[in-house]
């Protein structure tokens, strides 16, 4: 048997989100044990015995575990329930019984690869800043970055008092006034892109995620999800750098 765990430890292993997210789904009185709401934060469970639920749903029992990518649109909240009522992402899951998390997050207003899974040792070992899973975006960026610039990114910019980690970064195309660049990061702080490209003066207008490691989104259309195998797991681990065309 299992030793008994603290609630909100059982819930972030299981995937449901991160521990302190799952004190405030614990607060917000949406689990229940055997039967009964939990809203106070001392309670442990031994995983196996109770039956515990988030929003009715069970978590942590014998379900199978699902992989999912799906082609984020703009305007959707990374989360399975927004308090504000904004449209969330897994609204575009049909016939998925299963409860599945996004595994990271995406701003509402970037589109692109979103894993959704209810494996929570997956998500902990992407999400995890030591295994340095790559993450590729695309970014429309105001005017034209210079190549210095975009060697500062991949050197690494000041975010928040603290150096950004290397990264690869390609320029794929410039229009009359703005500028299309690939980047691959391994970091996963908030609005991390974003933030990389204002601090060399080149705000994002738009942002697309690619590809996690070598999981691309291939011709998944906006909206459109599909279930992953094994083979689709190991790519996003293989850590080799997906849009990378030209040796640096
Ligand atoms: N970086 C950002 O700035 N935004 C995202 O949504 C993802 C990465």
């Known amino acids: 048997m299992e030793k008994p765990v603290r609630?909100?430890?059982?819930?972030?292993?299981?995937?449901?989100?991160s521990r302190r997210k799952c004190e405030k789904i614990i607060e917000e009185r949406r689990v229940q044990v055997d039967?009964?709401?939990?809203?106070?934060?001392?309670?442990k469970v031994t995983p196996g015995k109770e039956r515990v639920t988030v929003d009715g749903k069970e978590i942590g029992g014998a379900e199978e575990h699902v992989y999912i990518l799906l082609n984020k649109p703009k305007g959707y909240?990374?989360?399975?329930?927004?308090?504000?009522?904004?449209?969330?992402?897994?609204?575009?899951?049909?016939n998925v019984k299963e409860r599945v998390f996004p595994v990271g997050r995406l701003d509402l207003d970037t589109e692109g690869a979103l894993l959704l899974t209810n494996d929570g040792e997956l998500t902990q070992a992407i999400l995890h800043p030591s295994n340095e899973v790559y993450k590729?975006?695309?970014?429309?960026?105001?005017?034209?970055?210079?190549?210095?610039?975009?060697?500062?990114?991949?050197?690494?910019?000041?975010?928040?008092?603290q150096k950004t980690a290397p990264a690869k970064?390609?320029?794929?195309?410039?229009?009359?006034?703005?500028?299309?660049?690939?980047?691959?990061?391994?970091e996963g702080r908030?609005?991390?892109?974003?933030?990389?490209?204002?601090?060399?003066?080149h705000p994002v207008?738009?942002?697309?995620?690619?590809?996690?490691?070598?999981?691309?989104?291939?011709?998944?259309?906006?909206g459109k999800y599909r279930f992953l195998t094994k083979n689709d797991i190991n790519l996003i681990f293989s850590n080799k750098i997906l849009y990378k065309q030209k040796d640096s």
């Open 169 to 186: 970064v390609l320029l794929v195309k410039k229009t009359q006034q703005n500028a299309i660049v690939q980047i691959t990061i391994h």
């Open 205 to 222: 207008l738009s942002l697309k995620r690619l590809a996690y490691g070598n999981l691309g989104l291939g011709n998944l259309r906006l």
């Open 35 to 43: 039967g009964k709401t939990v809203s106070a934060m001392g309670v």
């Open 7 to 17: 609630l909100q430890k059982f819930l972030a292993h299981a995937g449901v989100a």
């Open 190 to 201: 908030k609005r991390q892109v974003k933030k990389m490209f204002q601090a060399i003066g």
């Open 136 to 161: 590729t975006y695309e970014a429309l960026v105001k005017g034209h970055p210079k190549s210095t610039d975009l060697r500062s990114l991949e050197m690494g910019v000041m975010v928040e008092e």
């Open 77 to 94: 909240v990374t989360t399975v329930a927004d308090p504000q009522g904004r449209p969330i992402v897994t609204s575009f899951l049909q």
